[in-house]
């Protein structure tokens, strides 16, 4: 630790204490010194940032709807090299450190893995020294703060304002505005030129707010600018002094309410309205300041793709294509066809689903009400695309139908990116063999070369070395520097240790104190107190039917059971550990979380399984319990249905960690398994082709439910209830009478037999440990640093 630069911290934080906030440190809180270290903290950031001067010729517009940033103090610490001293200053002002690094919210920017491998990808672009700026919406809530309440999912507001206010700079000089509804009026000139204005429409003002991302030992400073939705009328001043003061805001609640919570409920057309009226704002708001920054710089917009490049992730930004197409036609007077060819040459789509349902589709007189010219433009871009497929797969009709633009009554956002984007991108081996081979296999036939691979990565210095500190220093110790921070393929060396019986027993001791550490932070939180000699065994993740977190509580139900038919018999103890969230209007993933807290409740409750047995469920998890769980897990649960989940970052952030994966062949599950063998990871289950295939012979749950007694005996407990008197016989129809879309009574015989496959290979501490720092050692792969290098290269065309 550099102790002059600890004074040097110390004295400034004091001096922000008295500047900002009119105390001295002996008089100020928590709350206030965690504020006065990111103002410290922020500065230094934009000082850097300022001080650079070099221009880049071209940039990389990352378009999110989420950006699940976590807390940002100890990760802007830690990539300027002064986390060590912040802390020791923290100290000798009188504070303890944890507490202070604990007093800053969550940033409510996101839900899961996408929001995360945004953040991710953010990091490593400004390590990697390349000009990327993030644009998303700068959520007032975020999504939801989770509560569980007799069992039940309840979503409570998530403000993070303290964070919000200390990170985000509002740039009051780029607000633009966007307009809503009215009237699309054209005009035609006698050369037979045809100009398009808008009459009559609503006006939201678009706020940027921007947050500094700083890298890992480079001077490079990125944005992530956040649109924040504002009304340009406060108050109806008219409405106010006769008294209807409600009214008078009604304009500004309209205008406020579209950056208010992230991913809406949409079941009804309101939540419809308002999904399309945030995805509008947001990609309108940031082509009009793209486009705006172009023309002050090089003047003519027909250079605008050589210095710019758009990634959509996902289909959420997907209105980015009509609108750069109305702002290049409708302000600078180009035609369709030198607007498209600028447009189809700077925007690039990731796709992140291979599920029908999450492939957005809109209402057409939705998009019609609210965007009319933009409505324009998707029907003549589909006019135009139609004619296309039609001469292109003609006698197809299939083919045609999978990939019209706008069809029965909806527009298909995904075939809008397939028909205009520049490259399309799967994000694992598997999942991109998916899209090319099936998904979208018709469009790859004619354009092979659109379709691009880049495997998801992870932030390896936040998700090892920042939240693992004692593993860090191991690694750094064995290695003999701390060079793998910005080379992770260095880890591969880590695996000549795998025999050292001092090395595995020293990761044994970390593991355990990180699970200590863990369980002192459940049982501050809710009281909870597990069993730090069970193996911790861990399933975090968005929670979602083809996710089966149903199949691994099916799996806990029988080893209750076995206990109860054989309470003599040996059992390694382990903990189950759950953290999901359930969309608010997502009922059967409500119900899930249901069972698995009545799982919970009985088991804490049996005699039998004291010592043995016992299932805890998370409460809001987040990034910042992530951190907590990270080190700690032993087991990661990776279980999705073969060929439903893209890729998955949960998977990779264990697997850094040391924790043992036991998982399907699917998403990139299937590249671990390529680098860790069998040996080295328990593979279960059916492959994605055998699934399809076995859907296509004909698949019965129902004879699987009468002829597995172990099956029956699992889901006539789930139908009879638990000690809480809850019954779940609904979950148990649509798996045995529903047609178990997600294959979870086809794939328990496997799954509960690599289970205790794996459990005896745990037994075996040193056996266990070896698995372990293999693991660590195999996953430099997986870093975001290879995964935003891969794009720079062969998608952004960044130097």
């Known amino acids: 630790m550099n102790v002059e630069k600890k004074n040097e911290l110390s004295m400034q934080l004091r001096d922000k204490l008295g500047a900002h906030f009119a105390v001295t440190a002996e008089e100020a809180t928590v709350n206030e010194l965690f504020s006065a270290c990111a103002i410290l903290i922020r500065e230094q950031i934009a000082r850097q940032r300022t001080a650079r001067h070099a221009k880049d010729e071209r940039e990389l517009h990352y378009l999110s709807m989420e950006f699940l940033m976590g807390r940002s103090l100890a990760k802007n610490a830690f990539n300027l090299n002064i986390l060590d001293e912040l802390w020791a200053a923290i100290e000798e002002l009188g504070f303890e450190p944890a507490d202070v690094f604990e007093a800053e919210p969550d940033a409510g920017l996101g839900n899961g893995g996408l929001g995360r491998l945004a953040a991710c990808y953010a990091d490593s672009a400004a390590t990697l020294d390349l000009p990327v700026t993030g644009y998303s919406l700068c959520y007032e809530l975020g999504m939801f703060r989770q509560e569980i309440i007799d069992g039940k999912q309840v979503e409570r507001s998530d403000k993070w304002d303290i964070s919000r206010d200390n990170w985000l700079v509002p740039c009051y000089d ?41 890298g890992y030992g480079t001077d490079r400073v990125n944005l992530l600018r956040l649109w924040d939705a504002e009304s340009p009328h406060s108050l109806d001043m008219g409405l106010f002094s006769g008294g209807e003061y409600v009214k008078a805001m009604e304009e500004r609640t309209k205008a406020e309410v579209i950056t208010k919570v992230l991913y809406p409920a949409d079941e009804h057309i309101e939540g419809k309205t308002l999904r399309i009226q945030q995805q509008y704002f947001f990609v309108s708001a940031t082509a009009q300041s793209v486009v705006k920054k172009h023309r002050e710089r090089y003047g003519d917009v027909r250079s605008f793709a050589e210095h710019h490049i758009f990634q959509i992730n996902d289909t959420h930004p997907t209105m980015i294509i009509p609108e750069l197409m109305r702002i290049f036609m409708d302000e ?39 965007l009319p010219r933009i409505w324009q433009i998707i029907r003549e871009l589909d006019s135009r695309y139609r004619k296309y497929l039609v001469e292109t797969f003609a006698g197809n009709d299939d083919a045609i139908l999978r ?36 998904l979208f296999r018709d469009i790859c036939s004619q354009y092979p070369e659109k379709f691009e691979n880049v495997t998801n990565g992870i932030d390896h210095r936040r998700w090892l070395s920042q939240i693992n500190p004692e593993l860090h220093g191991l690694i750094v110790r064995l290695l003999g520097g701390d060079d793998y921070l910005t ?19 020293e990761l044994e001791e970390i593991k355990l104190r990180n699970k200590e550490r863990f369980a002192q932070y459940l049982l501050r939180q809710g009281g909870m ?211 178990d879309e997600y294959m979870l009574l086809a794939d328990f015989d496997s799954y509960a037999t690599t289970h205790t496959r794996l459990y005896e290979a745990l037994a075996d501490d040193r056996k266990r440990a070896a698995i372990s720092l293999r693991n660590i050692a195999r996953s430099g792969i997986f870093a975001a640093d290879r995964a935003v290098s891969e794009y720079a290269e062969r998608i952004w065309q960044l130097k």
């Open 403 to 438: 990939n019209l633009i706008i069809e029965g009554g909806r527009v298909h956002m995904a075939n809008i990116c397939l028909a205009v984007c520049r490259r399309v991108n799967g994000v694992s081996a598997l999942h991109s063999d998916i899209l090319r081979n099936d």
């Open 174 to 214: 780029d607000a633009v505005e966007v307009r809503f509804g009215g009237v699309v009026e054209e005009n035609w000139d006698y050369n037979g030129r045809c100009t398009t204005t808008i009459k009559d429409y609503t006006s939201v003002r678009a706020l940027p707010r921007d947050m500094l991302i700083s």
């Open 529 to 739: 107190a597990i069993d730090t000699n069970a193996i911790f065994d861990v399933q975090v993740k968005r929670l979602h039917e083809y996710k089966r977190q149903l199949l691994c509580a099916m799996l806990i139900t029988h080893l209750q059971q076995h206990i109860h038919d054989d309470p003599n018999a040996e059992f390694l103890p382990r903990c189950f550990i759950f953290g999901a969230k359930a969309a608010s209007g997502y009922v059967v993933a409500k119900r899930i979380i249901s069972l698995l807290c009545s799982i919970a409740d009985d088991i804490s409750n049996d005699p039998l399984c004291k010592g043995k047995l016992q299932v805890v469920f998370v409460e809001n998890y987040r990034v910042s319990v992530a951190e907590k769980l990270m080190p700690s897990a032993q087991v990661s649960e990776q279980i999705s249905t073969a060929g439903k989940e893209a890729s998955g970052t949960g998977n990779m952030k264990l697997m850094l960690n040391g924790a043992i994966t036991i998982g399907t062949l699917d998403g990139a599950n299937v590249e671990m398994h390529e680098r860790l063998g069998d040996e080295n990871m328990f593979l279960f289950g059916l492959h994605a082709d055998e699934v399809a295939a076995l859907k296509r012979r004909g698949y019965s749950p129902t004879e699987l439910y009468e002829n597995d007694r172990r099956i029956h005996r699992v889901l006539n407990r789930f139908s009879k209830g638990f000690r809480d008197g809850k019954s779940y016989s609904d979950l148990v129809s649509r798996l045995v009478y529903g047609g």
């Open 332 to 370: 600078d007077g180009l035609g369709w066809d030198e607007a498209m060819n600028i447009v189809s040459s700077c925007v690039a789509y990731t796709n992140h689903t291979v599920m029908s349902e999450a492939l957005e589709c809109w209402p057409q007189e939705l998009i019609a009400r609210q």
């Open 487 to 505: 080379k992770p393929e260095l880890l591969k060396e880590l695996e000549r240790f795998d025999t050292d019986e001092r090395v595995l027993s």
